[in-house]
C-alpha cells in the first residue's frame, strides 16, 4: 500500500495521481513489485494482441463465462473482486483484447489462487487467443506471471468515490440495511 | 514414471519424526568444489532413507539430513546450465527475499547470527541424536571429517535441546507442537480425523504428481532433483518473558492468562483446539489425536468467537476458510534451542527459541505464501491491523481483536514475542542425488 493510501474515509471521494511506471516505491511481492492501492482500491489493466482470426472465439467465452457464474455465485469469490471489464477494440488491423479489474487485495498475494481459477473455469480459453501467452501457462505459473505483469497497464490517474472500501464491507453494509429493512416491515 | 514413493531414496527428514531430544545443526562453507565433494563423501554414508529410519527407529542413536544452498550446489561444482534450471526464490536466497517475507526491522538479515545471511553459506548438516553423549560423538566425528577437509569451514552450528517436561514437543512459551501435519499419499499414514485426505506426494518431494497433476518445471538432471525437496530455515527467538509479561498485562488471574495465551494461538497451551474447548482447557482433548484436530472454522467459529480470525493457527492452517489449501500445506521440522526460562524468573536476555524447516516443493507457493500472506498480510481476513501474534512482524504499531459477546476484546501494542535470527533456503536431495554431487568434477 502507499503512504499516500493510509487514510481511509470512504466519505471522502479521493483521486490519486500515480508515476509513469506505476509504483511509487518498488515494495517486493513474491513474484515482482506490488502494484499500489489507491482509491479505486487494488486493479489492473491488461492490454494484448488477440491472435488474428480469433475474435469470435473471444466473444463466444462471454456468453460461457456469463452462464459459469450463474451457476456458482462464488465462484470468483477467491479474487475478492469488486469489478472486472472485458473488451475488445481495435488499432489500425489489429484487435485487442483489455481485462480491466478493480479487487481488494495485491494480485501479487493470491496469484496462484487466480491461476487455479483460470483453468477450473476456462478463463484460460480467452488468454490462450491472445499472442504471447505461455502455452504452459498451467504448469508454469511464473510465465503466466510475467505474461501478465508484461501486459498490464497502470494507470496515471484514479479515482474513487467511497475510497478504499472493500467489497465485503459493501455487502455487509447492504445486508445490514436489509436487515434494517426487513426488521421495519415486520414492524408495520 | 512410478508414483510409488521411494522410500529407500527419500531422506528420512521428510517423512519421519524421530525421538530425539537433542541435536545440531551445522553450517558450513566450501572454500573449492574438491573439499565440498570430500565433506559431502565422509558425511553421505550417514544420511539415512525414510525406509531405513522408519525400519530402525527403536535401535537408533543418531540422524543426520544434508541439504544445500543454490549457492552451495555451485560451490560443489554443479554446472551452470543444471544450476539455471532450478526455481528464482531459491536461487536468489532467503536474504534476497527478506522483505517480502516480512523480515524487516529486527528481523532483516542484517542482524542474522551465525553467516546465515552471507552468500558463503553452502551447506547444512542436521544432527538429531537421542541423548547428549550421542550428539557428544557424532560431533567429534564430525570434527574428525573437517580435519581431513581443509577447504571446509563452519561458519557456526546451533545446538539444539528440547526444553523440559520432555513427555511432550512445546516451545519455550509452553505451547504443544506436532500436533496438525499434513500426510501424504503413499506413505500408509492414515490422517487424524480433521486432518484432511492425504495430499499429493508432488506438495513435498519432487518427481511425483502434485495436486495439480504431473510433476512440472522440475530442476535437471532429474537424478538430482527426484525425491528431493527444499527446506525454508526459520531461527526465531522467543522472547519468553515479554510473552508473559503480556499474559500477565491481559490477565488478572492464572486463568484469564492462559485464556489470553489461548487466543493468540487458536489452541490452548496444552493443545486443545478452542473451536472444540472455547471456554476451559480440556487436557483429555488436548493428546487425543482422534479429536484434537477434528474442527473446521466456516462452520463451527465463523465468527472466531472461540479461535480469533488473527490468531496464529488460524493463520498458518484457515482450513476450510481458504481456497486451495492442497497446494498450501507445509512439513515442519525443527528444535528448541537455548536453555528454558523458569516460569518464575525475569527474562534474562540469553536467546532461546525455535530452529525450524519447512519442507516443501514450491518456496513460492508454500512457504512464501504462508510467510507474506498468512503471517504477514494485515487485512488478513479483513483484520485491517494485524499480523500474526506469534511469529508476525510485529513493531509495536499493530493490534489483536479477540471476538467477544456482548463486545470484542482489542489489544493494541502487541510486542514481537519472536525475533527472526537467521534464516536460508536448502535443497534437501534424495540418497541418489547426494552421490551424484559426490560424483561431480
Redesign the interface.
Known amino acids: 500500500m502507499s503512504a499516500n493510501s493510509t487514510k481511509a474515509d470512504w466519505s471522502n471521494p479521493a483521486a490519486m495521481a500515480l508515476p509513469k511506471d506505476g509504483f511509487f516505491k518498488l515494495e517486493q511481492g513474491r513474484y515482482g513489485p506490488i502494484f499500489p492501492k489507491t482509491p479505486a482500491n487494488y486493479g489492473f489493466t491488461i492490454i494484448a494482441k488477440i491472435k488474428a482470426g480469433r475474435e469470435a472465439a473471444i466473444r463466444e467465452y462471454g456468453k460461457k463465462i456469463e452462464d459459469t457464474i450463474a451457476g456458482l455465485p462464488d465462484g470468483l469469490a477467491v479474487l475478492r473482486l469488486h469489478y472486472l471489464r472485458w473488451v475488445l477494440f481495435d488499432i489500425g488491423g489489429d484487435t485487442y483484447f483489455m481485462y480491466q479489474g478493480i479487487f481488494d487485495t495485491d494480485f501479487d498475494k493470491y496469484t496462484e489462487d487466480a491461476v487455479a481459477l483460470f483453468s477450473k473455469y476456462g478463463i484460460n480459453t480467452v488468454f490462450e487467443n491472445l499472442e504471447g501467452f505461455p502455452e504452459d501457462w498451467k504448469t508454469n505459473t511464473p510465465a503466466f506471471i510475467k505474461f501478465v505483469r508484461e501486459h498490464q497497464r497502470p494507470s496515471f490517474l484514479e479515482y474513487g468515490e467511497y475510497p478504499y472500501v472493500t467489497a465485503e464491507e459493501i455487502k455487509k453494509a447492504l445486508r445490514l440495511k436489509d436487515a434494517f429493512e426487513t426488521m421495519l416491515d415486520q414492524m408495520q | 514414471m512410478a508414483d510409488t514413493l521411494e522410500l529407500d531414496d527419500i531422506q528420512h527428514i521428510l517423512l519421519t519424526r524421530t525421538p530425539s531430544l537433542t541435536g545440531e545443526y551445522v553450517f558450513v562453507s566450501f572454500r573449492n568444489p574438491e573439499s565440498g565433494r570430500a565433506w559431502l563423501k565422509g558425511l553421505a554414508h550417514t544420511v539415512r532413507s525414510a525406509a531405513e529410519v522408519q525400519s530402525s527407529i527403536a535401535s537408533s542413536q543418531r540422524w543426520v539430513t544434508v541439504a544445500f544452498t543454490w549457492n552451495g550446489l555451485r560451490a560443489l561444482g554443479l554446472d551452470d546450465a543444471s544450476l539455471a534450471t532450478f ?3 531459491f536461487k536468489q536466497g532467503m536474504v534476497a ?1 527478506a ?2 517475507l516480512g523480515d524487516t526491522g529486527e528481523n532483516h538479515p542484517d542482524h542474522w547470527v551465525g553467516g546465515l545471511a552471507s552468500p558463503d553459506l553452502h551447506a547444512i548438516a542436521i544432527l538429531f541424536a537421542r541423548d547428549g553423549a550421542e550428539r557428544a560423538r557424532c560431533l567429534a566425528e564430525h570434527d574428525k571429517l573437517l580435519a581431513q577437509s581443509d577447504g571446509v569451514e563452519v561458519l557456526s552450528s546451533l545446538e539444539l535441546e528440547a526444553t523440559p517436561p520432555f513427555d511432550y514437543a512445546h516451545d519455550h512459551f509452553g505451547y504443544r507442537d506436532r500436533i496438525s501435519q499434513p500426510v501424504m499419499k503413499g506413505t500408509g499414514e492414515e490422517p487424524t480425523p480433521g486432518s484432511g485426505a492425504p495430499l499429493e506426494a508432488g506438495e513435498f518431494i519432487l518427481g511425483y504428481p502434485d495436486e ?2 504431473p510433476p ?2 522440475q530442476p535437471q538432471p532429474e537424478v538430482l532433483s527426484r525425491n528431493g525437496s527444499y527446506m525454508a530455515y526459520r531461527r526465531l527467538e522467543e522472547h519468553v518473558g515479554a510473552f508473559r509479561d503480556f499474559l500477565r498485562q491481559h490477565g488478572q488471574t492464572p486463568e484469564e492468562q492462559e485464556l489470553v495465551a489461548a487466543k493468540l494461538m487458536g489452541r490452548w497451551r496444552s493443545g486443545a483446539p478452542l473451536v472444540l474447548a472455547p471456554n476451559a482447557d480440556d487436557k483429555a482433548l488436548a493428546t487425543d489425536m482422534q479429536r484434537n484436530n477434528d474442527f473446521n472454522y466456516k462452520e463451527m467459529d465463523p465468527h472466531g468467537y472461540a479461535s480469533p480470525l488473527g490468531s496464529h493457527c488460524r493463520r498458518m492452517n484457515p482450513r476450510d476458510t481458504a ?2 489449501m492442497n ?1 498450501r500445506r507445509m512439513i515442519r521440522r525443527g528444535a528448541t534451542y537455548g536453555p528454558p526460562l523458569p516460569e518464575t524468573a525475569p527474562e534474562d536476555g540469553v536467546e532461546r527459541g525455535i530452529a525450524a524447516f519447512v519442507i516443501c516443493a514450491s518456496l ?2 508454500q512457504f ?2 504462508a510467510q ?2 498468512w503471517i504477514n ?1 494485515k ?1 488478513f481476513h ?1 483484520l485491517v491491523n494485524e499480523r500474526d501474534p506469534i511469529i508476525g512482524t510485529q513493531d509495536g504499531t499493530l493490534e489483536f481483536k479477540i471476538p467477544k459477546r456482548p463486545i470484542r476484546k482489542k489489544i493494541t501494542g502487541v510486542p514481537a514475542f519472536t525475533t527472526v535470527r537467521g534464516g536460508a533456503y536448502f535443497f534437501l536431495p534424495g540418497l541418489k542425488a547426494l552421490r551424484y554431487l559426490c560424483s561431480l568434477g
Do not use: H, K, Q
Open positions: 526455481p528464482d526464490e527475499r522483505e517480502m495439480d497433476g512440472a518445471l481456497a486451495n497446494r513460492i507457493r512464501e505464501f507474506n500472506v498480510d487485512n479483513e
